[in-house]
């Protein structure tokens, strides 16, 4: 009786253990899929200032992307706050990447 027991714990904790591990890499997989979605429209935005000659920096900054009319704000969907306007995106070479300040 005293066996069978610790074997019912047993079961019940792993699949407690299983069930909270799925929950986590879900949950964590969805905020970097909006995270990557987001700075991959504000990359694009970059790339079609770049490509209208209209930004000629490796650095270009959301405030200009914003003042020269190629972008929006923009809010950050996992803080919900707008991006900094200090924020940028630096081009090396073919590679955008996105620095939030």
Known sequence: MKNSK?????????LF?????TFYK???NHTSHIKEVAEKRLIESAKQCIWDDACSE?????????????????V???????YSKESYIEKEGNTYTFHEV
């Open 76 to 82: 950050n969907p996992i803080t919900k706050k707008y």
């Open 26 to 28: 879900v949950s964590y």
């Open 6 to 14: 610790w074997v019912l714990l047993t079961i019940v904790l792993i």
């Open 58 to 74: 490796n650095k270009i900054y959301i405030g200009e992307l914003m003042e020269k009319n190629y972008l929006k704000t923009e």
């Open 17 to 21: 253990s299983m069930i909270l591990y």
